[in-house]
């Protein structure tokens, strides 16, 4: 890995590297095609399909915040999650853990049904479970930690340690935490997948995807699939994505401050059951969190009271959280993963992967988090979740007057702030 420190990397990578006019940002290459130097003697790049510089330049940093040797870019995170399905063949298994991203879950499924794969799901969180793996032999075990929605964590060494007993590949969904947080490489993890349309770009305005290998000859394998099946990023995303990255280590320590807060104060709530984030000391697997990732990360999940009503009711009050699928970016998210992001996974595998009616996910943004908290806070107190009675959803206002009256007792002090 590079001596470099990420932030440094994030920032530096590609800078001044432009031989031609001495541009200090990497220029934006269009063009489709590239002439050769002469008969059979092609340069660098020939097709735009096959290689791009913009492309290239996000891969190799990418590849090198993970610690990894090769980088490929997609054109998005389905993609890149496809693209590592492509070193399956019809006999071989693939174990997935049973609350993976249900856009994922759904893929995965859908090729075992056209036969192209061997499906093996399974809770990854139990180590009895881990046992099971050995006796399957399979050709890849995926994880996905913190998993998409409900922040539970898979202890990547021990994954990887069955791995190795068995002959298997590791591929792992980093997209919640990013390479700021956690690199599952320096666990012994073979492909790293990103959808790069979250924390990466960071800005809401690019979809796309990444895999990275731990070595060349994976790297090699997965780049001559990318090109075959046609799933390589856009010029401009990269570029796009590239700029977003610049600043990803600042917005990281933001969003995972204002997420601590916003989920300290969602635990001291009357009208919360319960909230899923590994930095709470609450949550079951708060010390492997501490162990395997560099911070919490700015995703909160929570159960509201009551039923689909009042979690309807709350979401189109909020007016600092925009009722959207997706995260990551700088504004504050939130969605109904039941409905919205995991409404591709049938009832049943929905509910045992612990996706019910009343969970709601946060995306926390880096806005002042006071703001979020006084926006979570008056919608709390108008809806009343759990209390039976919860007005038909609306997008109705409580003006700033009544809103004083509603405060609750959390207060904002510097501890809620003061993270790793
Ligand atoms: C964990 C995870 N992996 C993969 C994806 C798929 O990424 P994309 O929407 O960029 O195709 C998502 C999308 O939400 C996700 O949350």
Redesign the pocket.
Known sequence: MSQKNKATIAVRKGIDADKHHGAVVPPLHLSTTYSFADFDTKRQYDYGRSGNPNRDILAETLAELEGGAKGIITA??????HLATQLLNSNDTLVIPHD?????YRLFTSLEKRGLLKLVVLDLTKVENHQKILELKPKLIWI?TP??PILRLTDIKAITAIAKQCGALVGA?N??LSPALQNPIEFGVDIV??????YINGHSDV???AVIAANQTLGDELAWWANNIGITGAPFDSYLTLRGLRTLNVRLRQHQENAFVIAQYLESSPYVSQVYYPGLESHPQHELAKQQQRGFGGMVSFDIKGDVNDAAAFLTSLEEFSLA???GGVESLICHPATM?HAGMDATARLEAGVGDTLIRISVGIEDVKDLVADLDRVFNKVKPGHGQSPVASKKVVPQEQQSEHTSSFKLTPAHTALW
Do not use: P
């Open positions: 998005t995170g389905m993609a890149a999650v993976c991203y249900g856009g994922s996905e998993s998409n969904d997209t919640f997948v990103h959808s790069t349309t979250k979809v796309g995807g699928e997706s995260l992001t």
